[in-house]
């Protein structure tokens, strides 16, 4: 996320903001050591710890990802990243998968459309929107 967050934020005469929903302590809320990243313009500070492996329970930020997403665009990653697109399933939000294999991105649901190009995802996007 880190990377993806410094990509938007390097853009030029880029529209919008960095937002970046954090994980935390449920305890205390506090997030964990090195977040936000240096390039979140807006922190969204939450009590969810999970993420990885557990991103699809119900402590977990990815809900929150996903529910305030109008399309998802996936790109390589791991189990975080299958979770979000399981979630974005489950939630009927649309996703597309930027890659060229399904091996990008391991445990990625199947039917999950890939696109191995910048115009898939941007004809994709548009379509959704």
Not at 60 to 87: C, F, K, M, Q, Y
Request: hydrophobic share 45%; charged share 15%.
């Amino acid at each position: 996320m880190e990377a993806v967050s410094r990509a938007f934020a390097e853009m030029p005469e880029r529209r919008g903001l960095v937002l970046g929903v954090l994980p935390g302590d449920p305890s205390s809320g506090l997030a964990p050591r090195g977040y936000p990243n240096p390039w979140v313009d807006v922190a969204v500070r939450t009590h969810l710890p999970h993420s990885g492996r557990l991103g699809t329970d119900p402590l977990s930020r990815n809900h929150i990802n996903v529910l305030t997403a109008d399309v998802l665009v996936a790109l390589p990653g791991g189990a975080g990243t299958a979770s979000e697109v399981t979630l974005a399933v489950a939630y009927g939000r649309p996703v597309i998968a930027f890659l060229d294999s399904p091996a990008g991105i391991p445990g990625l649901p199947e039917g999950i459309p890939l696109a191995p190009a910048l115009e898939d995802v941007v004809a994709f996007v548009r379509g959704a929107l």
